[in-house]
């Protein structure tokens, strides 16, 4: 029997799939992170294959049954790092049809089922995706947490915190932020917090996941975190607007947001305003991989065999 592969390597986790033709899951498995930008490129390579080899094993399949694959790696853009993650790939032996592209394509078809539109992805970071029915593509946003990820979680949480130092000193209006803050990172005060974050003992993931407070201090009714987390929605609103006229989307374009931030409904009525159609996202990354992979072999999933893949991935134990 042939399968294909899709495979998700993101900041976290790394997934892998083996599905047929008539959408079900043959093998599944999950590994460490597999962005090379982070880990390097022979780390992520190797976490790779082994979520690979592990989702083949349990299928009690080898490499040769595999008719396409697709691996949506985090931190792959340019034609070198591309090349570079292909040599460390083809230790899986994979002989027929598979394809490298970035996490952002993989969550791009797994929101829109392989379809056209724009994906918004607002997680610790944030980037836009637009797609046509011509297959081209661009991307907004995503240069990284240094200069950009505006409207994600790593971004949201430092203005949170900002403005709960402003708060404190009375540069600017009183938040519940300062409070919200000592609690979640269990300090006594917020020069002890900016103290750890500037020795380095509080990494990125830990300080992005205060976005989740910001987002709660919102809505209960906190001014200031309402403000930030409406500005969040307006980065990534502006991002995709970008991405969908670098494609000459128009009106009707569908826009699905994904990601741990969970800022679906603060775009909605934006998103309306400039022409979108917000949609839910169909399915997760991995799936949308395993669409790829098909494609990459010549293969379109039928309606059936998506609605029994996403079935069998909701169900899963």
């Not at 070198?80 to 083809?90: N, Q």
């Not at 392989?114 to 607002?122: D, L, S, T, Y």
């Not at 990494?203 to 407070?213: K, L």
């Amino acid at each position: 029997m042939a399968f294909f592969l899709g495979v998700d390597a993101g900041g976290t986790k790394t997934r892998a799939v083996l599905v047929d033709a008539a959408g079900r899951i043959a093998g599944a498995a999950d590994a460490g992170p597999g962005n090379a930008q982070a880990v390097g490129v022979d780390v992520a390579g190797a976490t790779v294959r082994a979520a690979a080899n592990v989702a083949l094993a349990r299928a009690g399949a080898g490499a040769d049954a595999v008719r396409g694959a697709f691996f949506g790696l985090a931190g792959v853009r340019t034609p070198e790092e591309r090349a570079a993650l292909a040599a460390e790939l083809s230790g899986l032996g994979l002989g027929r049809a598979w394809e490298i592209g970035s996490d952002l394509d993989a969550a791009h078809a797994g929101a829109l089922a392989g379809g056209p539109g724009v994906v918004v992805i607002a997680g610790t970071g944030s980037a836009a995706l637009a797609r046509n029915a011509a297959g081209q593509t661009a991307q907004a946003g995503g240069w990284g947490w240094l200069v950009d990820d505006c409207g994600g979680g790593y971004w949201l949480a430092l203005r949170g915190l900002a403005a709960a130092c402003e708060g404190e000193d009375g540069r600017g209006p009183a938040t519940a932020l300062g409070a919200r803050a000592m609690a979640f990172f269990e300090v006594s005060g917020l020069r002890e917090l900016l103290r750890e974050l500037h020795a380095g003992r509080r990494d990125r993931a830990a300080v992005a996941a205060f976005a989740r407070e910001v987002r709660t201090a919102a809505s209960v009714g906190d001014p200031v975190a309402l403000r930030l987390v409406r500005a969040a929605a307006d980065e990534l609103l502006r991002m995709s607007v970008a991405a969908r006229l670098r494609v000459g989307g128009g009106e009707g374009f569908p826009l699905a947001v994904t990601g741990g931030l969970g800022l679906g409904g603060e775009l909605v009525e934006g998103a309306r305003r400039e022409g979108f159609v917000p949609v839910e996202p169909w399915g997760e990354p991995v799936l949308g991989a395993v669409l790829r992979a098909a494609q990459s072999a010549g293969v379109v999933l039928d309606a059936a065999a998506r609605v029994a893949l996403l079935a069998a991935w909701n169900n899963r134990a």
